[in-house]
């Protein structure tokens, strides 16, 4: 069975003040890692796919990393509108029987204080 | 691109009566998409699989026959709560699978904004 472990579960920081959040996971056959943005009372924003370890994908303030045992999502100078829970989510081979399913993890909330 | 809507956003309902949301992928053509149920300030929990033209995949503990799905189209899939009860309310959010093709690996899932239900 699929797991994924997200830490920490909240984590304040200053405006400006880098931090990285981690997801550890347990699957079958890696066919991918996805990193989420959920904002209260909306849908997950999609982020990143990383496939194989080693990889590396940015995007404005935000860097995704993946081993074969966790993946991290750098934060860099972080502002106020980066606040928001961030929840990382598995696919392997035995999602579903071709189903693609995703396997979540319970998220980090991030709050950034101006 | 990969853009899915949800409608409607908010309902509130009388116990007893059924509710029907709307999934659709507005820019691209879904195979697969997926129902979630979200409880405040937890994760999301998948409730059902669903592709076109066939059967939906429920996971287990889900009544099927209390969430209906139906996967009609590549761009559309509806979730009808029949016969609501307060404990069916909660945030209920679809995703839709878009291949990558030519890319080994797994695919990406994008999501729509939800629909909040109330059910007095």
């Known amino acids: 069975e699929d797991q994924v472990t997200q830490s920490p579960e909240a984590l304040r920081l200053q405006e400006g003040e880098s931090s990285s959040l981690n997801c550890s996971y347990t699957v079958s056959g890696l066919r991918g890692l996805f990193w989420y943005r959920q904002d209260p009372g909306k849908g997950p924003e999609f982020l990143f796919t990383?496939?194989?370890a080693g990889e590396e994908k940015e995007k404005e303030r935000l860097k995704a990393t993946l081993t074969k045992k966790e993946s991290f999502l750098h934060i860099t100078a972080p502002k106020p509108e980066d606040s928001a829970t961030y929840l990382c989510a598995v696919q392997g081979d035995n999602s579903g029987a071709g189903s693609y399913q995703l396997t979540f993890g319970k998220g980090t909330k991030l709050s950034v204080i101006p | 691109g990969a853009v899915v809507s949800q409608h409607p956003s908010w309902v509130i309902c009388k116990s007893g009566t059924s509710v029907k949301i709307e999934c659709r992928s507005l820019?691209?053509?879904?195979?697969?998409m997926f129902w979630y149920r979200q409880f405040p300030k937890q994760s999301l929990m998948l409730m059902a699989t669903?592709?076109?033209?066939?059967?939906?995949?429920?996971e287990q503990g889900v009544e099927k026959d209390k969430f209906l799905i139906n996967h009609a189209s590549l761009t559309l899939s509806t979730l009808t709560v029949t016969s609501a009860h307060p404990e069916d309310s909660s945030f209920y959010i679809c995703?839709?699978?878009?291949?990558?093709?030519?890319?080994?690996?797994?695919?990406?899932?994008?999501f729509g904004p939800g629909t909040r239900l109330l059910v007095l």
């Open positions: 990383l496939y194989s």
């Open positions: 669903s592709n076109e033209g066939s059967k939906a995949t429920y």
């Open positions: 820019d691209f053509q879904a195979t697969t």
């Open positions: 995703s839709a699978r878009r291949g990558s093709p030519g890319l080994a690996g797994g695919e990406t899932q994008y």
